[in-house]
């Protein structure tokens, strides 16, 4: 069905989607850590908060 010239296009669409598939999951474990450390915020200021 394809033909030869459909190669290159097919292996340069790959590339770019496993490099937006690492970005990806690169955005997704700063994003935790993000959450992580906001949870922490949050749970130092309510304890400071509901302590007293």
């Known amino acids: 069905m394809f033909g030869r010239h459909h190669a290159p296009r097919s292996t340069t669409t790959y590339r770019s989607v496993a490099?937006?598939?690492?970005?990806?999951?690169?955005?997704a474990?700063?994003?935790?850590?993000?959450?992580e450390r906001d949870a922490d915020w949050y749970r130092d200021v309510?304890?400071?908060?509901w302590g007293r």
């Not at 474990?29 to 959450?35: G, H, M």
């Open 46 to 49: 309510a304890s400071v908060w």
């Open 19 to 27: 490099r937006a598939e690492e970005t990806r999951r690169h955005d």
């Open 29 to 35: 474990a700063l994003a935790r850590q993000r959450a």
